[in-house]
């Protein structure tokens, strides 16, 4: 069982920065994605970023590119998403989740097998 913890979140005014980490019990799995998910309020979970453990290809949603940038340092390291230029729609809990298998787009968070607890994000004057 692959267990998920995501941290980072917190308060933060528009225009701020903010580093979200996922740590997993095992990172070094091969043919797995990673991904990023949020759902604010009312609203579903939605699928702004993810990278794969193959060629590392990443994907951004619209609604974040430019602004947000998946990244991580190796095999066994966590997973970092820094998002800069935050607003207040950004205002969500975030989410780190896995799935096996090489993707190139993300998916919905349907197709994913494991999630961590989520982090709250508040983007606020």
């Known amino acids: 069982q692959l267990h998920l913890v995501e941290s980072g979140g917190g308060f933060v005014q528009p225009g701020g920065s903010l580093r979200l980490s996922c740590t997993a019990s095992?990172?070094?799995?091969?043919?797995?994605?990673v991904g990023w998910f949020r759902q604010a309020p009312g609203k579903e979970r939605e699928g702004i970023s993810c990278?794969?453990?193959?060629?590392?290809?990443?994907y951004y949603d619209d609604s974040v590119k430019g602004r947000f940038t998946i990244s991580r340092d190796n095999a066994k390291s966590p997973m970092y998403l820094q998002m800069s230029g935050l607003k207040p729609e950004d205002t969500a809990v975030y989410y780190c989740?896995?799935?096996?298998?090489?993707?190139?787009?993300?998916?919905?968070?349907?197709?994913?097998?494991?999630w961590g607890q989520g982090t709250q994000v508040t983007v606020s004057s």
């Open positions: 989740a896995v799935k096996r298998g090489i993707d190139y787009i993300i998916m919905g968070p349907r197709d994913y097998e494991y």
């Open positions: 095992e990172f070094t799995l091969n043919g797995l994605t």
């Open positions: 990278i794969n453990s193959g060629d590392g290809t990443t």
